[in-house]
């Protein structure tokens, strides 16, 4: 019953921007807290990355040094967000939103979506 769905990836020139973003829904009726939520993307032949993570509250948002100062993440209950500002061809890949749940103040599962796709090109 829990999903997560992302939204918003497209073709975008160089410089232009971007807002993906990330429904998850099903944690109440499974009686789960979501916990830490996550944007990572994956590039053609390459790992997948972590690009931006926001805790539960309280704790620090961190983000990949290769998209500092050009990518926000937010957070609103059960929505997540990612704000991409100054696009760069090196952006190109397929982001997915991640999102950890559990019980009593632990997390035991985590959850992703299917990915949005995010083409960088002139």
């Known amino acids: 019953q829990v999903q997560i769905v992302e939204s918003g990836g497209g073709l975008v020139q160089p410089g232009g921007s971007l807002r993906l973003s990330c429904a998850v829904s099903g944690f109440t009726t499974m009686h789960l807290t979501i916990y830490d939520m996550r944007w990572f993307r994956q590039a053609p032949g390459k790992e997948r990355e972590l690009v931006a993570h926001v805790p539960d509250g309280g704790g620090l948002i961190t983000y990949a040094d290769s998209v500092k100062g050009r990518f926000t993440i937010f957070r609103d209950k059960n929505l997540v967000y990612l704000q991409m500002n100054g696009l760069k061809p090196e952006d190109t890949a397929v982001y997915f939103c991640?999102?950890?749940?559990?019980?009593?103040?632990?997390?035991?599962?985590?959850?992703w979506g299917q990915g949005t796709e995010v083409t960088v090109s002139s």
């Open positions: 991640n999102a950890d749940g559990g019980r009593d103040g632990r997390a035991s599962e985590t959850y």
